[in-house]
């Protein structure tokens, strides 16, 4: 997608530098543009964990970089375990980076030491390539949703989103975002409403970032605006992204999600859940018991980041000496949700629904 009118993916290797990976550092979004390297898979590992790199897809691919990094320190069996450990522990709930990590892993311990480097780059390429393939299908999909709302309604169409689920979270497209994308391209008129997602504002900082580049009509609101709006007939769909999916079909996602989805179920607006499939695990049934929630430092809740006089600055919020709990993610149980939209079409948040789409599942499944 566009920034300043130019093209970028979230990732890429260094021009005449294949040693190093280089990410748009999204600490500082929108305030800065500024281009992060990564030269190891310790470095890949703190890129995910600081949130320089976020949102599921990103972190996996981002990963499988890592695993490359890490083939030209040292191809050794044990040197690439120990990488790839770190790797999946630098962050707990999207289920992508270990998907990514076992992806690149399995093929790179089936080959002599010397072509695992290669083989890695290739990997990791290729997961890349498959990432903007999937979520411009996600798109194509949701688009119709949105196609068959606009139909009935002639108006424009307001969806509301939460967090960040765009392009900056995958590496082009996006994953709930790439519907509203393309219907724009259609020519349907769209309004967002962006969540500002507290404790980090991703909706603030990335969503309305890349909405006001891509040149989509939105408007930011606060975390608890949602309800009231759709009360009042204002919201006509909400589209999230996901960091892990059951295979019944229950979703986490950012803190926040789970009330949203309340809030459009008691007031009948349709609530679609959008995902590649590397964001499903297929060993777990039940998301609020079986899903690890990432907690994180206190300070992201007691304190807040923004841009005052040409820097980035962190202000505090609550006295000093409150203590704060800051878990990262909640799920949304299937029975409040619309739909799935995956990229090979739109099913039902339900164990049925998901084999219709994979079944090549049926046989592993619980
Ligand atoms: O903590 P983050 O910013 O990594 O959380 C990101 C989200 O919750 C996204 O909605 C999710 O990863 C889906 S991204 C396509």
Known sequence: MRIEGKHYHTIWVKEGSRDTIQVIDQRVL?????????????????????????????IGVTAAYGLYLACLAD???????????????????????????DLVMDELLSLP??????????????IKADDIEICRQIGKHGLEIIRELYEKEQRTIN????????????????????????????????????DETR??????????????????PHKLIVDNTGGH???????????????????????????GTYLKA?????????????????????????????????????????????????????????PKGTPAANYGFDVTPARLITGLITDRGVCEASKEGLLRLYPERLSTDG
């Not at 191809?75 to 990590?101: F, G, H, M, Y």
């Not at 995958?170 to 020519?187: F, H, L, N």
């Not at 777990?284 to 006089?309: A, F, H, N, Y």
Request: contains cysteine; glycine residues 6%; negative net charge.
């Open 262 to 318: 309340l809030a459009a179920h008691d007031n009948q607006i349709p609530f679609y859940v959008a995902l590649p499939s590397s964001t499903i695990d297929w060993d777990l049934k039940d998301g609020v018991k079986e899903i690890p929630i990432e907690q994180r430092s206190g300070e992201e809740v007691t304190s807040i980041w923004g841009w005052s006089k040409g820097e980035m600055t962190q202000v505090k919020l609550s």
């Open 30 to 58: 929108p305030h800065q543009f500024v281009v992060h390297e990564i030269r190891s898979a310790s470095e890949a590992a703190t890129a995910i964990s600081d949130m320089i790199v976020r949102g599921a897809p990103l």
């Open 199 to 216: 404790p980090r504002n991703q909706g603030a900082n990335l969503t309305a970032f890349e909405l006001l580049q891509e040149e989509i």
């Open 229 to 255: 709006l759709m009360q009042h007939g204002m919201v006509d769909m909400v589209i999230v992204g996901t960091d892990r999916t059951t295979a019944h079909g229950d979703v986490a996602n950012k803190i």
């Open 159 to 194: 969806i509301l989103t939460h967090c960040n689920a765009g392009w900056l979270a995958t590496v082009d497209w996006g994953t709930a975002t790439s519907p509203i994308y393309q219907a724009m391209q259609e020519g349907i008129p769209v309004h967002v409403w962006v």
């Open 113 to 126: 030491i010397n072509e695992r480097a290669e083989a890695a780059l290739k990997a990791a390429e290729k």
């Open 75 to 101: 191809s050794s069996d044990k040197a690439l375990s120990e990488a790839a450990s770190l790797l999946k522990a630098s962050r707990p709930t999207a289920v992508n980076l270990a998907w990514a990590v």
